[in-house]
């Protein structure tokens, strides 16, 4: 089983001062996200932590095929794939999103354990939003969010 996810068991280790913390999390507890990882070890590390980051409507999908399935009933905000996922890979994912007219603006952050040149160009030209290589902290995961939800960004002195 692999050991993947966050670098810290905290999530607000280096987050967000108090009360801009509760600002985003109030703002975050709204977005319906979908995290697609194929390690259930991985998964519900990463669930813990996107719910201390106060997204509580997090829908679980073992593999792309699966996340394709969900997403044919249900309007999510933002989505959250590894790219090693079992069946259809992150990129491949997010390919299919982008050529659907219904599901072509969800924001898509690609979590991936090593980041080579050719894997960032080829997600960002099929428009993922933000790629985040494991280890990574809570509070990067928190910003790439905001950014992928148009959440304004953190102001000065507050990283």
């Not at 009360?19 to 999390?25: I, K, S, T, V």
């Not at 659907?100 to 050719?118: E, F, G, N, Q, Y």
Request: with cysteine; proline share 6%.
């Amino acid at each position: 089983m692999s050991r993947r996810g966050l670098q810290s068991p905290d999530p607000f280790d280096d987050a967000l001062p108090g009360e801009e913390r509760r600002r985003r999390a109030s703002c975050l507890a709204d977005a319906r996200l979908l995290l697609v990882e194929g390690d259930a070890a991985a998964r519900r590390n990463t669930r813990e932590v996107l719910m201390a980051l106060g997204l509580h409507r997090v829908i679980e999908a073992e593999d792309g095929l699966a996340a394709l399935t969900m997403l044919q009933n249900r309007h999510l905000d933002v989505i959250l794939a590894a790219q090693d996922s079992p069946g259809l890979s992150g990129l491949s994912l997010t390919r299919a999103l982008r050529n659907d007219s219904r599901l072509s603006t969800v924001p898509v952050l690609l979590m991936v354990s090593s980041a080579s040149a050719v894997l960032v160009r080829q997600a960002a030209e099929l428009g993922v939003n933000s790629v985040l290589v494991w280890p990574y902290k809570p509070s990067v995961l928190e910003q790439k969010l905001s950014e992928a939800l148009g959440l304004p960004p953190q102001t000065e002195g507050t990283s």
